[in-house]
């Protein structure tokens, strides 16, 4: 079945470092991928999408790549603020159903 | 523009009580409708859909049931909880091309959520 794998946290960085987080994914065809955000005591939102191979989606300045090759969806940004604190889920999606990772911890310190 | 409304935001239950969640959208017409639980330090799992009025799709076999009585509004109840049912609940919607089409990366907006915890 489909699966999303995401690299372990917490991830501590200090304000205007960069920030990368690793995603994998296991499916077959080719579903669509996303990256919600959780911050502290709230629901997920979405943050960015890509729907097919080689697509970048971006967002408050993080971005991902749909990679096929690699089967991956690597989020990154170049200079994170205290407020990009927050827990990072990775997703795809095949017809109804998102598949999320386990979710990656990031606290950014002034 | 959409919203999606959960209550309470908040809860504590005995072991043995029933439950019963709710999600309301509004802004929207025939959306798709979901239940997610996010278990302490996990991801989220997929408890139940529903493409319709009365149409409930279970993801996985739980001690959890849904109903859709109205267009916009899902519940989440059971008759009895245990303590595994405490939990992170998410109700999310989107809108797809028509009753059971599901329309190629459209984007599922999720709720505020209810912090459930089972004593």
């Known amino acids: 079945g489909d699966s999303v794998t995401q690299m372990e946290g917490p991830v501590t960085l200090s304000e205007e470092a960069f920030l990368t987080i690793n995603c994998t994914y296991t499916?077959?065809?080719?579903?669509?991928l996303f990256w919600y955000v959780q911050y502290p005591g709230e629901g997920l939102q979405l943050l960015l999408k890509?729907?097919?191979?080689?697509d970048k989606g971006s967002n408050k300045g993080f971005e991902a790549t749909y990679r096929k090759e690699t089967t991956s969806f690597h989020l990154e940004k170049g200079s994170v603020q205290v407020s990009d604190s927050a827990v990072y889920f990775c997703?795809?999606?095949?017809?109804?159903?998102?598949?999320f990772g386990a979710g990656t911890t990031v606290t950014v310190r002034a | 523009s959409q919203t999606i409304h959960q209550w309470p935001a908040t809860l504590v239950q005995p072991v043995g009580s029933p439950l019963s969640l709710e999600c309301t959208v509004e802004?929207?017409?025939?959306?798709?409708l979901y239940w997610y639980r996010q278990a302490a330090g996990r991801g989220l799992q997929l408890l139940f859909y529903?493409?319709?009025?009365?149409?409930i799709s279970s993801e996985v076999p739980q001690n959890l049931s849904a109903s859709r009585p109205q267009d916009r509004q899902f519940i989440l109840s059971s008759k009895k909880l245990l303590l595994s049912d405490s939990g992170f609940y998410l109700c999310?919607?989107?809108?797809?091309?028509?009753?059971?089409?599901?329309?190629?990366?459209?984007?599922?907006?999720f709720g505020p959520g209810t912090r459930l915890l089972v004593l």
């Open positions: 802004g929207t017409s025939n959306p798709n």
């Open positions: 529903s493409v319709g009025i009365g149409q």
């Open positions: 499916a077959t065809g080719y579903p669509s």
């Open positions: 997703a795809l999606r095949r017809d109804y159903k998102l598949s």
């Open positions: 999310a919607w989107s809108l797809e091309g028509g009753q059971g089409y599901f329309t190629l990366g459209e984007t599922q907006y």
């Open positions: 890509a729907t097919k191979a080689d």
